[in-house]
């Protein structure tokens, strides 16, 4: 039996078409996105398998045009990535786009990682999956990827072994993949569980959370309507005397969302009452309605949820958690209040996102993620704040400012 490595294939350092530049393994990453790479800006690595496999000529051609003019849009440089004539593309010209649209799945191979050696060594053409489009995008140094659904666990799959490439391929390759979601046909608790083995970080953005154990979950509300609905929904499915919202463990909620969460959970019947205690921040604040928001914040932590972060811009970010030696409908709640950091605001745009991811990255970056360690959650949400105030004072939705060495101050209590 042979076995194939994208690695054996060799490297080459030339120059391709359209002024693109090839670097490691047979790949031509075009022109606009190695500049885009360059300068730091944005980019968005985009699959081709959609194009190919999922409609046909012309309706796939005029849909993967419309998600490039989509992340356009959003700021950013899309780099549709596929095997032409056994070259590796992260990024196509128009050309090269209508002739990959044309071509169809008759003439096209689906790759996973696994294919792409073969592909290339016919040079045949071939259309990425999830694995296959985060190993390119990786090697020509594009951080992000967004796709539709990713593969999991088949069901059955605990006898069968039917597990995606994707799950292996998310645990080595440091690519950032925006997806939505497992798909339904799948084992998506087993493909959860795997991913929590491999150390995967989840966050789930919306109210379709699933009913397993596995990652930390972390819910951004994304609308007031939304939020509620949310809250709803979930006190609607917990059975009698449960907690709707325990497999949640940070929620970043604004004012107006944590009180519309609050009400939902209320009710649904999902929100149980009992007292606060005042503490342990940086400040009391107060102004209007802060009574109420700090009581929709503890009925959230009530719920299940084990970090409320309520959101409320210039006057910095509401922490509440249980106290120590805590817990249950009858915990007492400590709240923290952390500062905005000082910025000159250009735009507010892009802040919120900014915040969960520093605070995420904060997270993971901790030698061992213990939620119950105030220390390690105070000093990651110390990074969210820093990667807001980089936002602020940029136009961009995410400041190209936001990176690693950045943040890493702030971790230490740095300003």
Request: charge should be neutral; hydrophobic fraction near 45%.
């Amino acid at each position: 039996m042979l076995f194939l490595s994208l690695a054996a294939v060799g490297k080459l350092d030339v120059t391709g078409p359209h002024g693109a530049r090839r670097a490691g393994p047979p790949l031509v990453v075009h022109a606009e996105v190695q500049a885009a790479i360059d300068a730091g800006e944005p980019v968005v690595a985009l699959e081709s398998t959609i194009i190919t496999h999922g409609m046909p000529y012309p309706d796939n051609l005029h849909t993967a045009r419309a998600v490039e003019e989509a992340v356009r849009e959003a700021g950013a440089v899309p780099a549709t990535v596929a095997l032409l004539d056994g070259v590796c593309h992260v990024g196509l010209a128009t050309e090269e786009l209508t002739r990959l649209a044309q071509l169809g799945r008759e003439r096209v191979a689906k790759c996973s990682r696994r294919d792409l050696a073969a592909v290339m060594a016919r040079r045949g053409h071939g259309a990425t999956t999830v694995s296959a489009t985060m190993l390119l995008a990786h090697l020509a140094g594009v951080p992000v990827f967004v796709t539709g659904g990713i593969g999991g666990v088949h069901r059955g799959g605990e006898a069968s072994m039917d597990v995606s490439a994707d799950l292996t391929e998310l645990s080595r390759t440091p690519v950032c993949v925006v997806c939505a979601g497992v798909k339904s046909i799948l084992d998506i608790p087993r493909t959860l569980e795997v991913l929590e083995t491999n150390g995967v970080a989840v966050a789930a953005l919306g109210a379709r959370l699933p009913s397993a154990r596995g990652p930390p979950l972390w819910l951004e509300p994304v609308s007031v309507d939304k939020a509620a609905a949310a809250c709803a929904a979930l006190a609607a499915a917990a059975p009698p005397g449960a907690r709707p919202l325990e497999r949640v463990a940070f929620v970043s909620p604004n004012e107006a969302e944590v009180l519309a969460m609050a009400d939902a959970l209320r009710a649904a019947g999902g929100g149980p009452g009992g007292g606060t205690r005042r503490g342990g921040g940086e400040g009391e604040g107060g102004g209007e309605g802060e009574g109420e928001v700090r009581g929709a914040a503890a009925a959230l932590l009530r719920a299940g949820v084990r970090h409320v972060l309520v959101t409320r811009g210039a006057k910095g970010l509401l922490w509440a958690r249980a106290a120590r030696r805590s817990s249950g409908l009858d915990a007492e709640v400590c709240f923290e209040e952390l500062p905005a950091l000082a910025a000159t605001v250009k735009s507010t745009r892009g802040a919120g996102d900014s915040f969960v991811a520093g605070a995420a990255w904060g997270l993971l970056r901790a030698p061992t993620l213990d939620l119950a360690d105030t220390d390690t959650v105070r000093a990651a949400l110390r990074a969210g704040l820093r990667a807001a105030q980089l936002t602020v004072q940029s136009d961009a939705a995410i400041s190209v400012e936001v990176s690693a060495d950045r943040l890493e101050p702030a971790l230490a209590g740095a300003a």
